[in-house]
């Protein structure tokens, strides 16, 4: 077999699925997100300190019947790539699983593309509030129309927010990232009054004395998550698992030393940057006839070579 992996000679039978393409959503390298689709439950990899903190979370809500006099704020801190939006939507979906247990519901707002990470951050917050209540009332999810014809007026639509819904329902809230270190989480961690959970990222740290100030803003403290780097053999995990549900012999597997030579080589690599390699390099690999035995470091270069040539070749 060969060692070159080329965007030519296709094969003439059938083309294999991209194991690194994430199913069922509009764009194959989104995050993972089981609240639209159930089956990415069983494509999750213990990478980036994210069982640890999913674990936290899971602790966090145990007995989550306090919801109903008490909200919550769940922060999610660490760099871009890392898997945060991924994580944040395994808590929401856990969530909404583990009210049913205590005899409430959970219904999921996504509002997460409602506002710009630039724009200033009153604006942000009228976005969300206008977004969350709509979506809400079209849900037809009211009790009492109060809040929702205060969509104009944050505070005034999250103080009466809970007077509005049932008294078994608890609203999950996935909100835009943060840009702001602070002010923005400090919102709405006393925006989260009973009957609601909002869940925030933000790609900054929280040093001590920030997150002193977070403690104290609202009725409970925020549930703190951190996810960071991939560890040595991270990236080759994830890899395995990918590859785990391929029939043997239809598409090679990775070498795992490539991948750690990789994820040494360069430094504070991402979760979300090996996807996105090994979803482009697979992409090529699964519409060769002649496949390599397993994909090297050698292939990993000659990959990332290709992409600067054609950049050259096609400027932007």
Not at 1 to 7: C, D, F
Not at 193 to 201: L, M, N, P, S, T
């Amino acid at each position: 077999m060969t060692g070159v992996i080329s965007r030519r000679h296709e094969p003439a039978e059938k083309v294999p699925t991209n194991p690194f393409a994430v199913p069922g959503l509009m764009r194959d390298v989104d995050p993972l997100n089981p609240v639209r689709n159930d089956g990415h439950l069983s494509l999750y990899v213990p990478v980036d300190n994210t069982e640890t903190a999913f674990a936290r979370c899971r602790e966090e809500f145990r007995d989550a019947s306090y919801l109903v006099d008490t909200g919550r704020l769940v922060v999610v801190t660490g760099d871009r790539g890392c898997g945060k939006t991924a994580l944040i939507n395994r808590c929401a979906y856990w969530l909404r699983e583990q009210l049913s247990t205590v005899g409430l519901r959970g219904e999921i707002v996504d509002v997460t593309r409602q506002a710009r990470e630039n724009e200033p951050m009153a604006e942000r917050r009228a976005k969300v509030c206008r977004a969350l209540v709509d979506t809400v009332f079209q849900r037809q999810l009211f009790t009492s129309e109060l809040a929702h014809q205060m969509r104009e007026q944050p505070d005034d639509a999250y103080f009466n927010l809970a007077s509005c819904l049932p008294t078994d329902l608890v609203l999950i809230v996935l909100l835009p990232r943060s840009a702001d270190l602070t002010e923005e989480l400090v919102t709405y961690a006393t925006d989260a009054r009973a009957q609601i959970v909002f869940f925030g990222e933000t790609s900054y740290q929280l040093p001590d004395e920030r997150r002193q100030r977070l403690d104290h803003a609202g009725h409970a403290p925020p549930v703190y998550l951190e996810v960071g780097g991939l560890r040595e053999h991270d990236a080759a995990r994830f890899a395995e698992q990918r590859l785990g549900a391929v029939p043997d012999g239809e598409l090679p597997r990775v070498d795992p030393k490539a991948l750690d030579d990789y994820t040494t080589f360069r430094r504070h690599v991402s979760i979300g940057e090996v996807q996105r390699l090994l979803y482009g390099m697979y992409e090529k690999l699964r519409v060769q006839a002649d496949r390599p035995d397993e994909v090297t470091y050698q292939h990993i270069s000659q990959h990332f070579l290709s992409i600067a040539v054609s950049l050259l070749e096609n400027p932007r």
